[in-house]
């Protein structure tokens, strides 16, 4: 089949796996969450997000020209705490972005109970979650718009992103913006390495205001990296795996519950995984000041591990939001300890994992 044919079949595909009247196909998730919010016709006012997340989401926000705000996550399973989102709302606050995080599902019943209340426009990311469920509803179906991802994520086909929704005013003003989107940079992979580099270096600065304009000024000078027209070639691979999914969930859902039989220890603070979420990684929580030290093991030792996201969001961009409304963000960024769970993972592989955990929780 031609490209063409396989754009058609995929956002069929979507539209139906997904409930959703209206498909369009972009670059990747930032470009979608942009194109969403640039669709409100909002012209200023703030956005409200999980304080854990990676910036891409927080950077959609700036391009659109609105303020990115945080909210305070859950200790057991990462995602928006929606007593803290009750609590940072203002009169400007315009849209909440809940994040379906690691490919566990947010409270979205109450999340949204929470947008209808104060007149708020809801985009679900469920860029990590693609393929699970909340309270019997697919993902992907909650809000007014939902984004997902199909670079490096869940749905693996290198890049590439959608936008679903079931407002026609806002496909209009989506299929008109869409026109506008530049191509995807020819150095984008050379270009994101560099971006990530100083983003890193940035959240090190030890000088709030200093560190916060550094990351203001970032996403501007690497906007092209975010915001891009969908490439016809990547349609046949990203439909292809849309069609592996519910195997791809499966594999992971194992390898998620051997590493919860395999790493048992008293320093560990485990997530309250729900079945009917995907996994993209399996996070727990290391008690104490193990977090570096283990994660610098398991990497010289050839395994995957991460400590996302590096810094919460609320240490990244300007705001004066008071440091005491995120108190499980500060303690899960401190102690997340994010390990890989991709089909191609081995029971050996995830044994050594885990036998590298322990061994550095009992070195002392």
């Not at 930032?30 to 997000?49: D, F, R």
């Not at 490919?103 to 990311?125: C, H, T």
């Not at 560099?194 to 270096?201: I, N, R, T």
């Amino acid at each position: 089949m031609k490209n063409n044919e396989y754009i058609t079949l995929l956002k069929e595909g979507l539209s139906e796996r997904f409930d959703r009247k209206y498909v369009f196909l972009v670059g990747r998730a930032t470009t979608a969450i942009y194109l969403a919010l640039k669709a409100t016709k909002v012209k200023n006012g703030n956005v409200v997000l999980p304080d854990i997340l990676c910036p891409s989401p927080a950077n959609a926000v700036l391009y659109s020209g609105l303020r990115p705000m945080f909210c305070d996550v859950n200790l057991h399973d990462y995602n928006m705490n929606a007593e803290s989102l009750q609590e940072v709302i203002t009169k400007d606050t315009r849209a909440v972005i809940p994040v379906h995080l690691f490919g566990q599902p947010a409270e979205m019943d109450k999340i949204e109970e929470i947008a209808e209340d104060n007149d708020l426009f809801v985009i679900e990311d469920v860029a990590q979650a693609i393929g699970g469920e909340y309270k019997g509803k697919k993902l992907g179906s909650f809000g007014d718009v939902s984004i997902l991802s199909f670079g490096g994520k869940i749905i693996d086909a290198g890049d590439g992103g959608a936008l679903l929704t079931d407002s026609a005013k806002l496909a209009k003003s989506v299929e008109n913006d869409i026109g506008k989107l530049s191509h995807k940079p020819l150095n984008l992979n050379q270009r994101y390495d560099e971006y990530k580099k100083y983003f890193y270096k940035t959240a090190d600065v030890r000088d709030a205001y200093k560190r916060k304009c550094l990351s203001l000024a970032m996403p501007y000078l690497y906007e092209d990296l975010y915001l891009y027209k969908f490439e016809k070639e990547i349609a046949e691979k990203i439909y292809s795996e849309v069609e592996k999914l519910e195997e791809n969930i499966l594999k992971r859902k194992e390898n998620a519950r051997m590493y919860r039989e395999k790493l048992r220890h008293s320093y560990i603070i485990y997530p309250e995984y729900k079945y009917n979420g995907t996994i993209y990684r399996y996070s727990i929580l290391l008690k104490g000041r193990y977090q570096k030290k283990v994660t610098e093991e398991l990497r010289k030792s050839g395994y995957d591990a991460s400590n996302l996201y590096y810094a919460p969001l609320h240490e990244m961009y300007l705001g004066d939001q008071k440091q005491e409304t995120f108190k499980n963000t500060e303690y899960i960024s401190k102690h997340i300890l994010n390990l890989w769970v991709e089909p191609r993972i081995t029971e050996e592989y995830i044994e050594g994992v885990c036998e590298t955990i322990i061994q550095q929780l009992e070195s002392e």
